[in-house]
């Protein structure tokens, strides 16, 4: 298996929602609507995918920078907080394909985005309640710190606020 990432384009819409929306609650809901607009504002929207079927994603990430208009608690919160970011808005990897190093690969990209674009750091946030301490494992892996906490969506969801260096993609921590 040769995994590989490209950008998202309109015949990935199908098979990301499904993707996203089997990932609640780890990420919010989309409908179709919702996504094309979050990847119209986006500054990536990336899937990785095995070479030998590219037209089936395996895993998605969507990054914003700063000074979109988009409704997220937690996007403007990093907003609010100032600085170059680039905002990790979902990371998604396949049920049938996580522990695979999926997320390193789409993380390895973000991070190279976020140098080419000058950019200092790379946020996040991660559910505490429900809680997903797989996520926030592989995220303290990757080198991520907590800068806050947060309590969203009409006090349903407490969140971690995350941050972490752009270094060199070639210096990123393994995940595993």
């Known amino acids: 298996m040769t995994l590989t990432t490209r950008d998202i384009d309109a015949t990935d819409l199908t098979p990301l929602l ?13 409908d179709e ?8 504002m986006a500054h990536s929207a990336v899937i990785v995918v095995d070479d030998a079927s ?3 994603p395996l895993g998605l990430v969507i990054t914003l920078t700063a000074g979109n208009d988009y409704d997220s608690e937690n996007y403007r919160w990093f907003e609010e907080r100032g600085g170059d ?11 049938g ?3 695979r190093g999926l997320g390193q690969i789409l993380y390895e990209r973000v991070f190279a985005e976020a140098e080419l674009a000058g950019l200092v750091e790379v946020t ?26 947060q309590v969203t969506k009409g006090g349903s969801v407490k969140v971690a606020l995350l941050s972490a260096p752009v270094l060199p ?3 990123l921590p393994e995940a595993s």
């Open 85 to 95: 970011f680039l905002y990790v808005d979902r990371i998604v990897v396949h049920q």
């Open 18 to 30: 499904a993707m996203n929306n089997g990932a609640i609650p780890a990420v919010n809901l989309l």
């Open 33 to 40: 609507k919702e996504l094309l607009d979050l990847v119209s």
């Open 124 to 149: 996040c946030e991660v559910n505490l309640d429900p809680p997903n301490p797989g996520s926030l494992a592989f995220h303290d892996r990757l080198g991520f710190v907590q800068l806050g906490e």
């Open 54 to 56: 590219p037209r089936e």
């Open 97 to 99: 394909m996580r522990g």
């Open 169 to 171: 993609a070639s210096s």
